[in-house]
């Protein structure tokens, strides 16, 4: 009888489509062999970019980079005996597992390549005027290619953590059930998606490790046959990995206590984290339930077009310059006969006062138009915005002079019935097996109740300062929603926290969210609460209605707002 498998060790090379061209090379030699190295390539935003690369080019649809990646790195990979898993394939796939057996026979590399497919619901017809239309599938068709032996796996659109849980499924032999499992798999995967933002990217605590985060080092997962893992980094790079970060990253892009994926809903409301040694965290205790009935549906489309133009303000009557460059351009806009369906003014107060450069004595006043035709967004604001030039506010000038303007796209999430979505997993031989039925149980996605947060009683002096001196926060997007994480920095500071950052309170602090929907949630174990806002970001990133269209930053605003803090927290 054989005794229990040794971790899986996984580790991740890529957060993004864009992200650092090296890490691939640097995972593969920076430190004992991993067994599987995955990549994420793919977001909202990619896919719409990879769906107009196939508007010009049908062959095209896939992460490119990734290629030139492979072509480095296959020869590597099969030395050290690790297996690469990546969603690089987006909206083709089989096209880019074809490429990469081109590449290995042109290299050499002694590998066999299968791919996933199934995810894309365009052909169906079911969502009329969608650029992409594309389901998230699980971990069974990566587990499948795996078990056949194959040591390159592409997909397109799974779950960004299914890179990580399909693989640990296929190691450990776990079934459909394991849901305690394959929730630690998944939250291990969530942890690793993004790169280095779980390795001291992105923190808010960064100040204290300054020095180590000039070029953190990516993020790997020892992951054992409960489920629990540990995350950690391969020895010698730059970064850190400690508690904070971890939790950082676990309520980056999350919701409610309920983390609904196609292979298992994650309870993070059950996660628990451990410092056990030098860049290294345990996570362990984590619970699942039963999978949705329904998958999510990203969906884009082409929304029309933008353009924008900045106009810069330099030195005093700040506030009338602008009015009187905005009322111009309004009348300009009108008298074309064509002003663009949706105008958007934003001052941003970057001067200062009796400031030594020019730059610092000026503010930005920042103009963004989108409208379905071209012309009313290019042609017509070009136009108004260059007759200015010698008839408007003293110093007139803008950063750059507007274009044509640009396509944007708008994403929307559906969900539709996971039996009507297939499932296949393509083989190194070719074969085609569908994994796409489960005839175990689903569960409806619901909320959890909130906890009762933990008694606090407020007593002692208080003093004004920023919110971020007593908790770490983290925000992000999902479609035209933002998510804030926040999380106390000490086991004394919850409690407060607890009590004292509610809807109401978040409103006052966030004034853009004020006559939104927020809903809050409770996660004890981590010290911490995650804020949805909805429609905050518009209809999503790619059609950058807002100055910050991904939230990156709104976590940081948060911190910089002043509250009356306990002195006994400072």
Not at 164 to 175: E, K, N, R, S, T
Request: include cysteine.
């Amino acid at each position: 009888m054989s005794g229990p498998k040794t971790p899986l060790r996984i580790g991740n090379a890529s957060g993004f489509y864009g992200d650092r061209f090296d890490a691939m090379r640097e995972m593969l030699t920076g430190g004992d062999p991993l067994d599987v190295l995955t990549g994420d390539y793919l977001a909202e935003l990619t896919l719409l970019i990879l769906g107009r690369d196939r508007l010009k080019d049908p062959a095209r649809g896939y992460a490119r980079t990734f290629l030139r990646q492979a072509e480095e790195c296959l020869g590597l990979a099969a030395d050290r005996g690790t297996r690469i898993v990546v969603n690089a394939g987006g909206l083709n796939p089989a096209g880019l597992a074809d490429a990469v057996r081109e590449v290995a026979a042109r290299t050499g590399a002694p590998v066999r390549v299968a791919h996933v497919e199934g995810d894309d619901l365009l052909p169906t017809g079911r969502f009329p005027g969608a650029l992409t239309a594309n389901a998230y599938l699980g971990g069974a068709g990566i587990a499948a290619c795996l078990e056949a032996g194959a040591d390159i796996v592409v997909t397109g659109r799974v779950t960004d953590a299914a890179l990580v849980a399909g693989p640990a499924a296929w190691y450990f032999g776990w079934g459909p059930d394991a849901y305690d499992r394959l929730a630690g798999a998944t939250v291990a995967g969530h942890v690793l998606e993004c790169g280095t933002q779980a390795t001291g990217g992105n923190y808010s605590q960064f100040a204290a490790h300054a020095a180590d985060l000039r070029r953190p080092g990516f993020p790997l997962a020892e992951i054992h046959e409960d489920g629990s893992a540990v995350i950690t980094k391969h020895p010698g790079t730059g970064g850190l990995v400690d508690v904070g970060t971890v939790t950082a990253q676990l309520l980056y892009e999350t919701g409610g206590a309920r983390y609904a994926g196609p292979d298992v809903t994650v309870r993070l409301d059950s996660v628990r984290l451990a410092q056990q040694g030098p860049d290294r965290v345990l996570v362990h205790g984590v619970r699942g339930e039963a999978p949705p009935p329904t998958l999510k549906t990203g969906l884009n489309r082409l929304g029309g077009f933008r353009n924008e133009v900045v106009f810069v303000l330099t030195g005093l009557d700040i506030d009338r310059k602008a009015a009187l460059v905005r009322a111009q351009m309004d009348a300009a806009l009108d008298a074309a006969g064509s002003r663009p369906a949706h105008v958007r003014w934003e001052l941003a107060r970057t001067d200062h006062p009796d400031a030594a450069t020019e730059e610092t004595a000026s503010a930005l006043l920042r103009l963004v138009v989108r409208d379905p035709d071209q012309d009313a967004v290019g042609r017509t604001l070009s136009g108004a915005a260059v007759e200015l030039a010698l008839g408007s506010y003293p110093g007139f000038h803008v950063t750059a002079p507007p274009g044509r303007g640009a396509p944007y796209g708008v994403f929307e999430a559906a969900h539709v019935d996971r039996a009507d979505v297939p499932h296949v997993a393509v083989l190194p031989d070719g074969t085609r097996r569908d994994v796409s039925a489960y005839d175990g149980p689903t569960r409806p996605l619901e909320p959890v109740e909130p906890p009762e947060p933990p008694p606090y009683t407020a007593s002692g002096p208080t003093r004004r300062a920023p919110l971020g001196h007593v908790v770490g926060a983290r925000s992000g997007d999902k479609g035209g929603d933002a998510n804030i994480g926040v999380w106390a920095l000490t086991e004394d500071a919850w409690p407060w926290l607890a009590h004292t950052l509610t809807v109401a309170r978040l409103r006052e602090l966030l004034p853009e969210t004020a006559d939104l929907t927020v809903t809050r949630h409770l996660l004890p174990h981590l010290r911490a609460l995650n804020f949805t806002v909805e429609g905050l970001l518009g209809e999503g990133v790619a059609a950058q209605a807002r100055f910050d269209p991904q939230a990156k930053g709104l976590g940081e605003w948060l911190r910089s707002r002043h509250l009356d803090l306990p002195e006994a927290l400072l």
